[in-house]
């Protein structure tokens, strides 16, 4: 493989989409976007349709517990639901430079667009530096007259700023030169480590815009977790700035 090639599963050749919209959630801040969009699949019970390889990925494999390894890859799934259908791309990592992110986009954009999508919806997460304890979605629309679309669902647009990096924001713009609908979807997040409950206001605005019935429980659960872990942590630290801060004068080293 010399090029990045999307393999279409027996499913996907014979799969017939109704009015899909693409969902990305690839790797990224807080893995906000990756989390959402593996709930989502996991929880609607998503087909794998198609994969998609690169050697713009690391030049490493993974190692399973069987014994085997495998490439990293990105995956799309079909969920069907009785509105429209999904597609959703999920994956290992982002290609690693900026003129792969390119060249993957528009290879996405090439697979897309033939199974009928107009709609794109990229997830991510936006980097706060805080623990925020009721994470808000906020809005990037690729122009004014999609902001309307989905801010009556609760999507808050205006108050980000700075760049949007990699896949989130890049198959937008691509998608916007197609003349495709296209927005991106961030849940806030402190940014240095997984962030289910970011996720869960993903997946909730998305049950909203698309018509889903998708449960939260399992992120729920994985967001307590992540809290008694930070915790643990914080703790942890309170206990060394005491045992720091009681000055004892040590009259040797040891």
Do not use: W
């Amino acid at each position: 493989m010399i090029e990045t090639t999307i393999l279409e599963t027996k499913k996907g050749k014979a799969a017939k989409m109704k009015n899909p919209v693409f969902i990305c959630g690839l790797p990224g801040i807080g893995l906000v976007g990756k989390l959402a969009a593996e709930h989502i699949i996991k929880e609607a019970k998503g087909a794998l349709v198609a994969v998609l390889y690169s050697p713009s990925f690391p030049h490493h494999v993974i190692m399973r517990k069987n014994g085997t390894m495998r490439m990293l890859k990105n995956k799309f799934y079909l969920v069907k639901n009785n509105g429209r259908d999904i597609l959703i791309l999920v994956g290992d990592v982002q290609a690693m430079t900026p003129e792969a992110q390119y060249e993957i986009a528009g290879k996405i954009l090439d697979y897309i667009q033939p199974k009928g999508c107009r709609e794109i919806i990229t997830l991510g997460g936006y980097g706060t530096g805080k623990i925020i304890p009721a994470p808000r979605v906020l809005g990037s629309a690729i122009s004014k007259k999609f902001v309307a679309s989905y801010k009556k669902y609760g999507v808050i647009f205006g108050e980000t700023r700075g760049a949007i990096i990699g896949a989130a924001g890049l198959i937008p713009m691509l998608a916007r030169l197609r003349g495709m609908k296209a927005v991106c979807l961030m849940g806030e997040t402190h940014g240095a480590y997984a962030d289910p409950k970011s996720a869960q206001s993903i997946v909730l605005i998305l049950n909203k815009i698309l018509g889903l019935n998708v449960g939260i429980g399992k992120l729920e659960e994985r967001a307590k977790a992540s809290e008694r872990f930070m915790k643990n942590i914080e703790d942890e630290a309170k206990k060394q700035m005491n045992y720091l801060s009681k000055g004892d004068d040590l009259s040797y080293i040891r």
